[in-house]
Structure formats: C-alpha cells, structure tokens
C-alpha cells in the first residue's frame, strides 16, 4: 500500500472558500484503487442551495418528499445539509436535486484534506511546492560548489508556488498513470527514483528503451533527464533528497539525446515507444528552433489518437516563439493534446531566458533554482598549461617544438616559441603530452580553445592514449586532424575522450610538418577534462522551461491518476482553464496562467454531449 | 526584460534525410531516385502510420536538389531533413 495515511477532516460548507467549482453534479468517483480520491465526498450527504424565492417551509417538504433528512442549516442563506434516503447514491440525490426548478444547485459534500508535507529532507528548498520566500542555496550544484546560475528574485514571493500541498492531501500516489521521460535517460539506479520506475517486464529491465545507441539501457549519461524525472517523481516522503510532484510514479526513460542531441529520427521513435508502451502523459524537455518538422508533428498526432497528454518546454532564448522567425518545435506544433509550457522565476516573473507566445505557448510554471535528482557528480579538470607537459621535437635545437607562453594575457601552449609572431619548422614532428588520472569516471570529455595556422601538407593534431606513453606513437587514438588559418581567433572544439577513462590518460598536440611552406603555428588555451561520475545520490539546482515543463507533466499524471475517466483533452482542460492569472504571462502565453494544482485537481470539465430541453 | 539571446539555425544532421515513400511503395525506389549521391544506408523507421526511411548519403545533396528529385516521383510523398534536437 504505496498510499501515505493523512488525517481527514470534513468541513461543511468549505465550498465557500476553497476556489472547487464545481456547480452541478458530482465528479465520476475514481476507480482507481491506489488513489485516495475514494474518500472524495462523504457518503449518503449532500448539500443543496435552494433558490431565494424557495420558502424553508417549501425546501423542508422538498427534501422530506424525497425521503431524505435536514441534518444542518448552513449560514449562507438557502443552504441545507441533507442526509440522502436509505438506498439512495448521492449520484441519484444530485440528479433529482437538479431537476427540481426550486433548487439552485447541490453538491457532495467534500472531503476536505490537511495539506501535506513530505519529510524528504531537502523539501525547504523546493520553493515550486512551497514558497515560504526562502533562499535557495547552492548547496547542490554541478560541479559542486559552483554558484546559482538565476540569482534573480532568490528569494521570491511567499505563496508563488505550484499549491501542491493541499493536492497532496487528496492524493500523492500517481503510479497508475505511465509518464515516460524522453530525454537524455533516466539514472534508474537513483535513490530517489528507483522504486518510481515503470516496470517494463522482462523486454525492458531498465525501465524503458535508449534510441540513442539503439539498446534497452536508457542509463543518462547527462543528468538533464533524470532532473526530468525528479521533478515529475522524485520519491517523496522516503527521508532522502527531494520529492517530485507525485510521491509514487511510474516513471518510462526514453533516451533520445545523446552527447551532442538527438534528432527527428531519436525522437519520433520515442514518442512512438512511450505511447505504444502504455504512457499516458509525456514528457519533452527539449526542441529545435526554425523548421516545421512534419514527421515529429505525425508523432504527436499519433500520440493524442492514442489520448496521451504531451507537456513540452518552450526554449529558453527569451524570444517570441510566434514571430515567425522564431518558432520552437515541438512547443509550436498545435495539436490539442499539447501543452506548452514557459518558466516563471519565485516571483512569478517571466524567467529572462524563458520563450513565450501568446499563440504557442500556454501556460507558466516554477523554472528557475529547481532542485532535483542528478545522474552523478561533475568535475572538471583545468590544466594551467605551465608545467608538466612533456615534449618532443624532430627539430628541436632550432626553435622547433612546443613552448608555454602567454598570448594577450591568456597562458597557452604554442608551437612554434615565436608564435604568433614567426612560423613552424619545416620537416618537424614535435609532439606535446601529459597524463591525466580519470579513475572512476564514467564519462570524461576534452575542451581546450585553439588557434591553427597550418598550411596545406602539413597536420595539426590532437589525441589520446590510456597510458602513460607519447598518444601519437601508434597506440593512441587521433581526435583531431585539421589545418587552417583562424588566428587570432580560436575555436573552442570537445570531444569525448570516454575510452581514455583511467589512471593515466594522456592527452596530446603534434604539430608536423612537410618541407615546403608554412605558417604561424598554433596556439592552445582554455585546457579541461571535465568527467562525469554515476552515482545515486546526486543532486543539482538546475534552469530552465526544461524545469517548468515537467512541473506540468507531474501535474497531468497526477490528474489522470486522480480521475481516471479523464481523457487528455480533459486533463489540458483542467490545467489550463484552473491555472491561477500571472501579470507576467499576460499576453505572453494563451491562458495567462500559472498552473495550480489544488485548483486543477478541483476543476470539474462541463459535461459533454448534453442535450438541454426547454419544456 | 527578457534577454533574447540568438537561436542556432535548425540544423539537420549533415547527408541525412526522411523520406517518405508512398504506401506499399518498396524503398528500393529510394535508391533508383537518390542513388546518384552516394547511399550509405536506408533505414525504415517501421511507423504504423507512415512509410519513412532515413537515407544516410556519403555526400551530402542538399534538401533543394533532393525536393526537386522528389516532385518528379509520385511515389516519394515528403523529404525532410533529419532535424537536430536539443535540451532545453
């Protein structure tokens, strides 16, 4: 039993303040038998507003005629607490009350809930749930101890959050509902998500499928998922870390960015996988910017004919997605079933970075110093490229070789001593190396910045070997092999020097020439290794719409798990049309709201398919 | 304020293209269309709604040439570029 015991309260007449809006009838009882919306309304009451030309007398004989009993007269005038008949629903008792031409409307009587909190340890700092106008901390950042990126309004606005905790009073177990993450993966292995995974069965141990290296391993090798994964589902109340929108989840990974992104081909097909595997909601931190891309709108379309809901991000170039110039896809697709979502900073402000579009985008959530789970530790290596270099030279004696130098303020490696100022020898290998120890990484990459004058003939080049030895003595790998002309302005290039994981991974530069023409030579700087070490208990502060769309996607699963007969349009529905308005989404987005989950949770879609007949 | 910052360009993955053939229409007409450009690897994406490949070329033909091919074929409905996507 994953559902949390919260003490219940039933309050009458709360209807007057708690913003439900519910007029006529009561919401379908959910079936679901891990949800705790069974306890929605108290069972054999309900309340009936009489209309103010209804005398008590004539309400009392109402009520008795139906068999049923006055237990209170509410204070708000023509309210009457009514105790239904025997073997009467309160279905039926609503449906008689609404017929009846003296009644205004009538209701449940609604279970009302204590709000909840989780114990999770760092909830304080999880201002999207509750924002008391706390900092947020740098306490968990990647690399650690690297400062806030969104210093802007930290701290924010007391009570601009999501209303999550009076949902959690209804309901925190969202696990009947599949929400499938496509993204970078998912760290499955998380302590804060694991027992949150969807069970793929025997076809799929690690809980969903890597379209990036086509495997059934979506293990993220980047965190931007599992941070994903964390705010929709985080584990909450188990004492560690965070906890996301919904306490239980069932949680899909489907990696479709890799390293370097993903493309039409990565994604379509998880879209593809998510839906034809169950998931009713999804997920899609991510986008392009430019192109109408038909295939992944068919995707999407195939998705709502399957009634998935699909939250997507609305980028973060702080521009107007609906300029024409500037449209982001998927967030610009208008398929129905979509919901595009914009990031909100603690005050509510527009984050600076965040897209809008009063025709594309449509609604605001909590985007900026969000807390999740992380896939591991980032580190980065910087090399001061003054010392411990080893070098070699075909030439060397007459000013060939590899030099440290310093080149408008900046400390570099150059070949040749003069550079910029000379040229490189003629009929030269020199060679430049240093080993790194990368033990126990799981992902390691090589950034330097670097200005190539090398003429044709002749090769700069960059490389690597897992040992200790000269990478271009045959054993090693090349990254690089180039020549050109960009001085003065260097190129920042990385690559990923994963194979070279170990205690001594070396890392070089050969310059090597022909003996005809050459040219300055080229100049080195900006040196890291940066590595990325799984773990299970990483966590990071990270921004973005990436962080606000899953703030919606929790919110979606959640109302699917709580209603179980919604469809998605019913679900859009409710989060749209019960957001709370934000002057700063005004004109921005198509609602002009920020979501809120209480108010979703209550929202009650008109009846479809009715037929009024006046008589 | 926002603080617009440039947009890359929407890339698509260099020599890569989707293209969508006619139903029932067999992908070797992918080949007898485009095979002019050098065809590393055709690789059907099995959706149940429609019949794509992704065509992988060794030199890249550039999407003008390959819509101008296209329209001249009944049976390649759409050609796209495989679009780049990113986090955000």
Redesign the interface.
């Given at each position: 039993m994953k559902t949390r015991s919260i003490a219940v309260a039933t309050i009458l007449g709360a209807f007057m303040t708690t913003p439900l809006r519910v007029v006529a009838g009561p919401p379908a009882p959910p079936t679901t038998a891990n949800s705790s919306a069974s306890t929605q309304y108290v069972p054999g009451e309900v309340l009936v507003k009489f209309k103010p030309t209804t005398t008590v007398q004539s309400s009392q004989a109402t009520i008795a005629s139906r068999g049923h009993t006055v237990l209170a007269r509410l204070s708000q005038p023509g309210w009457e607490h009514v105790k239904v008949g025997a073997g009467q629903t309160v279905d039926e008792s609503l449906a008689a009350y609404s017929n009846d031409p003296s009644v205004e409307y009538a209701q449940p009587n609604y279970i009302y809930h204590i709000a909840a909190a989780p114990n999770d340890p760092q909830y304080g700092q999880l201002w999207a749930f509750k924002n008391s106008g706390q900092t947020i901390s740098s306490a968990f950042t990647q690399p650690p101890s690297s400062p806030l990126q969104y210093p802007t309004n930290n701290p924010g606005a007391p009570g601009d959050d999501m209303d999550i905790e009076r949902a959690w009073g209804h309901i925190t177990d969202c696990s009947s509902v599949v929400v499938a993450v496509v993204?970078?993966g998912i760290n499955y292995n998380h302590e804060d998500l694991g027992d949150n995974m969807w069970d793929g069965g025997p076809a799929y141990p690690h809980h969903g499928y890597d379209f990036v290296d086509n495997d059934n391993d979506p293990m993220d090798l980047?965190g931007?998922g599992t941070h994903v994964a964390g705010i929709i589902g985080a584990v909450g109340n188990n004492a560690k870390g965070t906890t996301g929108v919904c306490w239980q989840a069932s949680i899909m990974a489907v990696r479709?960015?890799g390293t370097?992104?993903?493309?039409?081909?990565t994604?379509?097909?998880g879209v593809?996988f998510a839906v034809s595997n169950g998931a009713k909601v999804i997920n899609m931190?991510?986008?392009?910017?430019?192109?109408f891309?038909?295939?992944?709108s068919?995707a999407i379309t195939?998705a709502q004919d399957a009634d998935v809901v699909v939250v997507v991000?609305a980028?973060?170039?702080?521009?107007n997605n609906d300029s024409g110039t500037?449209p982001?896809?998927p967030c610009n697709f208008s398929q129905p079933n979509l919901v595009c979502v914009a990031a909100l900073d603690q005050s509510y402000a527009?984050a600076?970075?965040?897209d809008?579009g009063s025709a594309s985008v449509d609604v605001g959530a909590p985007g900026t110093n969000i807390l999740s789970t992380w896939t591991g530790t980032k580190a980065v290596m910087p090399d001061t490229l003054n010392s411990g270099w080893l070098g070699s030279s075909t030439t060397a004696g007459t000013g060939g070789g590899w030099f440290y130098s310093t080149i408008g303020g900046t400390q570099s490696l150059v070949d040749a001593a003069s550079y910029p100022n000379g040229s490189y020898n003629n009929s030269t290998d020199d060679r430049v190396y240093k080993s790194f120890n990368l033990a126990g990484a799981t992902l390691a990459s090589l950034q330097f910045s670097a200005a190539v004058n090398v003429v044709n003939g002749d090769h700069f080049r960059a490389g690597y070997v897992s040992t200790a030895v000269d990478p271009f003595a045959g054993t090693g790998t090349i990254l690089w092999d180039t020549k050109g002309a960009t001085y003065p302005n260097r190129t920042s290039t990385t690559f990923d020097v994963s194979d070279c994981i170990g205690a001594n991974c070396t890392i070089g530069f050969q310059l090597q020439s022909d003996a005809s023409l050459n040219d300055l030579g080229v100049g080195i700087a900006d040196f890291s290794i940066n590595t990325l070490t799984v773990n299970s208990t990483s966590y990071n502060t990270e921004n973005?719409?990436?962080m606000a769309s899953p703030e919606v996607a929790g919110l979606a699963t959640m109302l699917r798990a709580y209603h179980p007969q919604y469809t998605s349009a019913d679900v859009v529905s409710a989060i749209e049309n019960a957001g709370r308005p934000v002057s700063g989404l005004a004109g921005k987005t198509t609602t002009g709201k920020a979501i809120d989950v209480m108010a979703s949770l209550a929202y009650i879609n008109a009846p479809t398919g009715l037929v009024a007949v006046v008589q | 304020m926002a603080m617009e910052k440039p947009r890359p360009p929407q890339d698509g993955v260099p020599g890569e293209y989707l293209v969508t053939l006619a139903a029932q229409v067999d992908a070797k007409v992918i080949s007898d269309v485009y095979g002019r450009f050098g065809i590393k690897r055709i690789q059907g994406l099995n959706l149940s709604y429609a019949n794509v490949f992704r065509v992988v070329f060794a030199e890249d033909p550039g999407l003008a040439r390959m819509e101008e091919l296209r329209i001249q074929d009944a049976r390649i409905e759409a050609v796209q570029p495989n679009f780049v996507y990113r986090a955000n």
């Open positions: 993204d970078t980047g931007h479709v960015l370097n992104g993903g493309t039409s081909t994604v379509i097909h593809n931190s991510l986008g392009g910017g430019g192109a891309d038909q295939l992944y068919d195939a991000a980028g973060n170039y702080g521009s500037t982001m896809y527009l600076s970075f965040s809008w973005g719409t990436s | -």
